[in-house]
Each structure stands twice: as C-alpha cells, then as structure tokens.
Nanobody, 122 residues
Framework: QVQLVESGGGLVQAGGSLRLSCAAS????????MAWFRQAPGKDRIIVARISRSGLVTDYADSVKGRFTISRDNAKNTMLLQMNNLEPEDTAVYYC???????????????WGQGTQVTVSS
C-alpha cells in the first residue's frame, strides 16, 4: 500500500498562485499513475489533472488547462500541482490519488490522501 499526504493549501487572492505537494510513503510512486482531484462544497469530487507513471503523459480538466501544471519526482516520491492565476471557482478541497492504471473514473483510483483546503478570495 501507499500512503499519501497533501500539503500546500491555503488562502490566496484571485490571480495568485499556490503549489500543492503530495508526499508518498510505503511504496514508490513510480508503480502508480497519479492524479489530483478536487471537491467543492456540495459537489462531486472531480479530476483536475493526472500524470502517467513516467510523467510523460498528462491530462487536465478543461477548467484548469493553461493555469495548472502537474508534475512528479519519482526519486523523491512526490507529486506536485502548480496552480497559477487562481479563480474563486478553484476553491475546494484538493486530494491526491494513486492508481495502478491511468484511470478516468474517480471511483477507480486506489489510494487517496486526506486532502488540503484551497480557498481563493475574489
């Protein structure tokens, strides 16, 4: 099993930036595809970005394309999400996830962190 811990959330004004980190332990993340999800109050958890095991393939939700960048450092067992030009609509709890495959559906991802709150003020 792999344990995931997110950090880097906080309060930021619209237009600002944050960088989220996901630190893994228990197993190397090179065994997994990785992803960031977010869940706003009263809404479903949705995928924000995902990255393949090698890091060579990435996908983004349309709402964050051009603003967010997902990356991973397998040697440091860490995944990052650089978030620029943040908007109030980005306010949510952000979760990192690991999967044995490059899943599309939220329910298929195998391991989850506890989440970190991101709040963007207007």
């Amino acid at each position: 099993q792999v344990q995931l811990v997110e950090s880097g959330g906080g309060l930021v004004q619209a237009g600002g930036s944050l960088r989220l980190s996901c630190a893994a332990s228990g197993r190397t993340i090179s065994d997994y595809a990785m992803a960031w999800f977010r869940q706003a109050p009263g809404k479903d958890r949705i995928i924000v970005a995902r990255i393949s095991r090698s890091g060579l393939v990435t996908d983004y939700a349309d709402s964050v394309k051009g603003r967010f960048t997902i990356s991973r450092d397998n040697a440091k067992n860490t995944m990052l999400l650089q978030m620029n030009n943040l908007e109030p609509e980005d306010t949510a709890v952000y979760y990192c996830a690991a999967g044995s495959r490059y899943y599309v559906n939220t329910a298929d991802w195998d391991y989850w962190g506890q989440g970190t709150q991101v709040t963007v003020s207007s």
